[in-house]
């Protein structure tokens, strides 16, 4: 369970440090401020990537096992 808390964590900071290289951090802004500005991108992300992925894994993970076995 760890790990996967872990590989979410990792995947929601890669998403905000991609989302913020891609052109909404700006220089005006301090760091708090900028990250601030991320939330609002925090839960589309949640919902369209992290719950099907999380999920989906799953449902991989189970048919893997019955094919293997």
Do not use: C, H
Request: proline share 3%; no cysteine; net charge positive.
């Amino acid at each position: 369970m760890a790990r996967r808390l872990v590989t979410l964590g990792v995947a929601t900071f890669i998403f905000i440090l991609a989302e913020n290289m891609a052109g909404t951090l700006s220089t005006d802004y301090s760091l708090k401020q900028n990250a601030i500005a991320q939330l609002d991108l925090f839960g589309p992300f949640v919902i369209l990537y992290l719950l099907p992925a999380f999920f989906t894994s799953f449902t991989v993970a189970r048919a893997w096992r019955r094919w293997w076995a």
